[in-house]
């Protein structure tokens, strides 16, 4: 079944830089993959998502790329600002696992003031 | 609006009572889950709904007792919890089971004494 990692486990970075998070997929038939923001005390909130027929998506200052080849997707942040503090999760998913989420093990960005 | 509401926000229970928690959701979404989320961890899939009938039960103890009244609730009862079922339990819907965008609500965190 598919299999998810992501990278860093933990990233701090100083207000106004940029951010980027790793995540690697194992199977090759996913075609779906979403990034979730989770707050403290919070749920996970849908940020960016992208599918397998783009390389790339933007939304203001987030972005994801997307390596087929490679099989890695990423989530860029520029202009990093202290509320986007939080744990990000990467996730992919297809049909055959019956669109299920298979989550990333999260990565807690910290924006240094 | 992507809003689901989830309650009670906070819940402490014996290991011998029976509590309920609840879901609700009013964007049409004819899919519904229950995921539960362990400190620092990605959310596990419990249960997903599909046009009110379980379709997934991710084997799941039977402590754990999922209800859906209509499309728009979602329920969880709870009976002879472990307190290693602490955790923030998370309410989640898409369009249907087989649209990739799952939203979530805020989460009820339950603590088992």
């Known amino acids: 079944g598919e299999n998810v990692e992501q990278h860093p486990s933990t990233l701090s970075v100083q207000e106004g830089d940029s951010a980027v998070i790793k995540c690697t997929y194992s199977d090759s038939a996913s075609n779906y993959f979403p990034w979730y923001k989770q707050e403290l005390g919070k749920g996970p909130q849908l940020i960016i998502d992208i599918r397998s027929n783009v390389g790339e998506k933007k939304d203001q200052r987030i972005a994801v790329t997307l390596n087929k080849t490679a099989k890695h997707f990423s989530l860029h942040i520029t202009e990093t600002q202290p509320e986007d503090s939080a744990v990000y999760f990467c996730a992919a998913s297809d049909r055959d696992s019956n669109y299920q989420l298979i989550w990333g093990a999260g990565t807690k960005l910290i924006i240094k003031p | 609006d992507t809003e689901v509401t989830q309650t009670p926000k906070h819940l402490v229970m014996g290991m011998t009572n029976k509590k309920s928690l609840k879901c609700e959701q009013h964007?049409?979404?004819?899919?519904m889950y229950w995921y539960k989320q362990k400190a620092k961890k990605p959310p596990e899939l419990m249960f997903v709904?599909?046009?009110?009938?379980?379709?997934i039960n991710e084997s799941v103890p039977s402590r754990f007792s999922p209800e859906c009244p209509n499309s728009s609730l979602l329920n969880l009862h709870l009976h002879a919890l472990q307190p290693e079922d602490s955790a923030l339990y998370l309410c989640?819907?898409?369009?249907?089971?087989?649209?990739?965008?799952?939203?979530f609500g805020p989460g009820t965190r339950l603590t088992v004494t």
């Open positions: 989640a819907s898409s369009q249907d089971w087989s649209s990739y965008e799952q939203y």
């Open positions: 964007m049409g979404h004819r899919a």
């Open positions: 709904y599909s046009y009110e009938k379980l379709s």
